[in-house]
């Protein structure tokens, strides 16, 4: 099968916010507490800890971090989860339907962010909470003395300010599942309210706001925010979307529909600066993103294919949702220009990367894109136009796929409900198979390609085209693997700890490439993700 690749490092499209590549935690089954904080575990540090974990969070060396939720957030009061240990109460918990022990709260999350380095992002509770108790946990934080709140962290032992300058204004109000579901002007009217008065308590904090990834909520909350004059506290304008199926092609379909979400959004904000004319427009932070399907939140329905020692939401991954990871991320690359923030959600065990029982900490196949891409990518995303060869995408291939990969989810993860079929406009269209981003230094020296080969049974060769630039040296980083479908973490028993780990499921290769040019071809195995670095 063959592309074609052509890349124009002079047609700059704009600059990469590096926390595109953010994660995301929240007290949701074993994503924090038997995650990341294990008192008393053999790894973990006097603080509660997993120094394992640490460590592969440093690997992923995420540049931001979401926190508490999600919908947690929409019942958090965050006083609960300060102060000594053993006066936090403990909480009923709804949104997952658990008790909440508050053992890991806001002094917790500044000291696992401090560790691993990256920019603390809160959610506050919009839900069952109040614009007052959002001021007053901003206050906590970021003012250094002389108020009540700034006095209580000093008195908890922080005599130094965290400030956190990211806050997210409460999680998914539009949903019916949400506490303090309301409609978009009233969502709205809360919003600004409490933007306004967190603005002048501390000027220098962002903001995002609920998007529903819904034309009609996402139009009439940007609407009162511009027809109100609150132009100037939107800062980012969220969208969530999950991801998943059975079948490889009908999870890589998905991808697709993302980036027309991404395009739709862009469109409705370009349409208040046409309406309004504001001196600022938001961009987009896709704060919650993923492939989940396999592990349903319906609490009944779940607990009954829950292991013992298992939370909720424990998706395994295979080789086929790093190809997808891949793709969202050329995505975000690709609209740079307004994409400016993402979180995988979750980090840990909770649809997520890293994997983690009492007896270690493993990698799950999507870990290896968040690594690589973070690592490699650029500041500027440049222009990379690709032509490709496709897959029709008809009723009997789909049937075909269907059956093909009927059994593919490991027997002890099942959950019921498991979603088979793609959406009806997917029928008779064509399916690109492969997908490319590209960025490059601001000296214009070195840059890097990233290429998705998104046929499960063939390999690709794609004639690369620099046009003027001359590299003098490449690299490349292979992200691939045997079965499109395997796993990296297989359940094998009874309990949590009872896992095959198949670490050949998906690798990571690196070699240089010999005789390079502005001119050149590169092989992509089925299946795999290809990173180039180049340096002229």
Same mark, same amino acid.
Request: net charge negative; charged share 25%.
């Given at each position: ?301 779940? !607990?009954?294919?829950? +292991? ?5 939401? /424990?998706?395994?991954? &295979? %080789?086929? #949702? ?127 390609? !990233?290429?998705?080969? +998104? ?5 690709? /060769?794609?004639?690369? &085209? %620099?046009? #003027? ?68």
């Amino acid at each position: 099968m063959k592309a074609k690749v052509r890349v124009d490092h002079e047609q700059v499209v704009a600059a990469v916010n590096p926390m595109i590549f953010g994660q995301f935690i929240e007290h949701l089954g074993r994503c924090i507490y038997g995650g990341i904080y294990d008192p008393g575990h053999p790894q973990s540090d006097k603080a509660g800890l997993r120094l394992d974990v640490i460590e592969k969070i440093k690997e992923l060396n995420p540049p931001i971090l979401r926190w508490p939720g999600g919908n947690f957030a929409s019942a958090y009061h965050w006083l609960d989860g300060v102060g000594p240990k053993d006066k936090r109460p403990r909480r009923q918990e709804l949104a997952w339907g658990t008790v909440e022990s508050n053992q890991f709260g806001t002094h917790e999350f500044i000291d696992l962010c401090r560790r691993i380095n990256t920019e603390p992002y809160i959610c506050v509770n919009l839900g069952w909470g109040t614009p007052e108790e959002a001021v007053n946990w901003l206050e906590y934080c970021n003012v250094k003395e002389g108020s009540h709140y700034a006095g209580l962290r000093k008195q908890n032992g922080a005599t130094e300010p965290f400030g956190v300058k990211y806050w997210g204004l409460g999680n998914e109000l539009y949903g019916t599942w949400q506490h303090g579901h309301c409609e978009a002007e009233e969502y709205a009217h809360k919003a600004a309210e409490t933007a306004k008065m967190m603005k002048r308590l501390d000027d220098e904090v962002k903001f995002t706001w609920c998007g529903a990834n819904n034309v009609d909520w996402d139009r009439r909350v940007l609407d009162y925010v511009y027809r109100k004059n609150y132009g100037l506290l939107a800062d980012y304008f969220s969208l969530h979307r999950y991801d998943g199926c059975p079948t490889y092609y009908g999870t890589l379909l998905g991808a697709m529909d993302f980036e027309a979400d991404i395009v739709a959004l862009k469109g409705l904000i370009n349409s208040i600066w046409k309406q309004y004319h504001p001196t600022k427009l938001p961009t987009i932070a896709v704060d919650e993103w993923n492939v989940w399907y396999r592990t349903l939140n319906e609490k009944p329905e779940t !607990s009954k294919y829950l +292991r013992q020692g298992e939370g909720r939401l /424990e998706e395994l991954y &295979n %080789l086929c #949702d790093a190809i997808y990871a891949g793709s969202a991320l050329n995505m975000f690359i690709r609209h740079a220009d307004r994409v400016t923030m993402a979180n995988m959600a979750q980090m840990v065990n909770v649809i997520a990367p890293i994997y983690v029982t009492s007896k270690g900490s493993y990698y799950q196949p999507i870990f290896f894109p968040l690594k690589y891409y973070r690592q490699l990518h650029r500041p500027l995303a440049l222009n990379a136009h690709v032509q490709s060869d496709t897959l029709k995408i008809t009723r009997e291939f789909e049937q075909s796929q269907v059956q093909k990969h009927a059994n593919v989810v490991p027997g002890l993860w099942r959950a019921p409900g498991l979603r088979h079929g793609w959406q009806t406009h997917w029928q008779g269209k064509e399916f690109p198979l492969v997908d490319v981003a590209a960025t490059r230094t601001h000296d214009g020296r070195e840059m890097t390609i !990233s290429m998705v080969n +998104r046929h499960d049974m063939e390999a690709i /060769e794609v004639d690369m &085209n %620099l046009l #003027d630039y001359a590299p003098r040296a490449a690299r490349q980083v292979l992200i691939s693997g045997p079965d499109p479908m395997g796993y990296m973490v297989i359940p094998s028993g009874p309990t949590v700890n009872d896992n095959d780990y198949n670490p050949e499921a998906c690798t990571v290769m690196e070699r240089a490439i010999e005789k390079i040019s502005s001119k050149f071809t590169v092989e992509i195995p089925a299946h795999s993700i290809v990173i180039l670095t180049l340096t002229s």
